[in-house]
């Protein structure tokens, strides 16, 4: 059994035993792997918080014979959850952020580009008054590096520019353009406009206050159903997301 060191962002966590955390854990080096913290739940020198979902961690594992469960024997957290617990909005932000990773990345699949949106979307939601906007921003960008955005640049059916502006359906996130459109029922063209920022912009480029949350929020519920349907799942976070981000506005 040979010690190994990988730098990981946890995605879920669960009890085992009466002292163990078993994590999901996105691995720089490995992808999404399952971890063992042993005894940490009583363990007086090693910070439980490590193992919350959002940490980030400098780990030195390893791996036992059957290869399916690799166990901690020390880590260091480089960035904790603790700015992003600020607000209610955050959290369950940073819940759907890992959630999201977490059942829709297959055991081992390396992805760099994953790991570092993951990072980089944890420490700008530390940072930013805008969580609701954040996370629709992360969706998009991580439905695009899946390669399961549909492409909303131009109309889907007779693949116009749209000069005119196109209309995004909410289901399918087809785009049309004023012609081709079946007068149904459509994203709203703030949130239309949002939707194209995202996938166009750097998150600190957006002026988000042109962006209402009222407007926007209905673009959270569209990119969480079209995923939800892709990969069969059902995100259990999105529900308090929206709640919280809906309430008090
Ligand atoms: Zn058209």
Same mark, same amino acid.
């Given at each position: ?47 439980? *918080?490590?193992?919350?979902? %959002?940490? !980030?961690?400098?780990? +030195? /594992?390893?791996?036992?014979?059957? #290869? ?34 977490? *059942?829709?990345?297959?055991? %081992?699949? !390396?992805?760099?580009? +994953? /790991?570092?949106?993951?990072?980089? #979307? ?39 520019? %749209?000069?005119?502006?196109?209309? +995004? ?81």
């Amino acid at each position: 059994m040979s010690r190994q060191k990988t730098r990981g962002i946890v995605l879920s966590r669960k009890l085992s035993g009466e002292a163990d955390y078993i994590c999901s854990i996105y691995t720089k080096d490995l992808g999404r792997e399952r971890f063992i913290f042993k005894g940490i739940r009583k363990s007086q020198k090693r910070p439980r *918080s490590g193992s919350e979902p %959002g940490t !980030i961690l400098d780990l +030195i /594992y390893y791996t036992g014979i059957s #290869g399916t469960l690799n166990t901690i024997s020390e880590f260091d957290i480089t960035v904790s959850t603790l700015p992003i617990r600020k607000s209610s909005d955050s959290i369950f932000s940073l819940y759907y952020m890992v959630e999201l990773i977490d *059942s829709t990345t297959g055991f %081992g699949d !390396i992805n760099e580009k +994953i /790991y570092s949106l993951l990072c980089a #979307g944890i420490d700008s939601l530390a940072k930013t008054e805008h969580p609701l906007h954040f996370i629709i921003f992360f969706t998009a960008r991580y439905m695009a590096l899946q390669g399961i955005m549909p492409e909303i640049t131009s109309c889907s059916w007779c693949g116009c520019d %749209g000069s005119n502006g196109l209309f +995004i359906d909410p289901v399918s996130l087809r785009a049309s353009c004023g012609s081709c459109s079946g007068g149904g029922k459509n994203l709203d063209g703030e949130a239309a406009d949002f939707l194209h920022q995202c996938l166009s912009c750097k998150f600190t480029k957006i002026n988000l206050q042109q962006y209402k949350n009222s407007s926007v929020s209905p673009l959270l519920y569209a990119l969480t159903a079209y995923i939800e349907n892709y990969f069969g799942i059902k995100l259990k976070s999105a529900e308090m997301l929206g709640k919280s981000a809906l309430t008090i506005r």
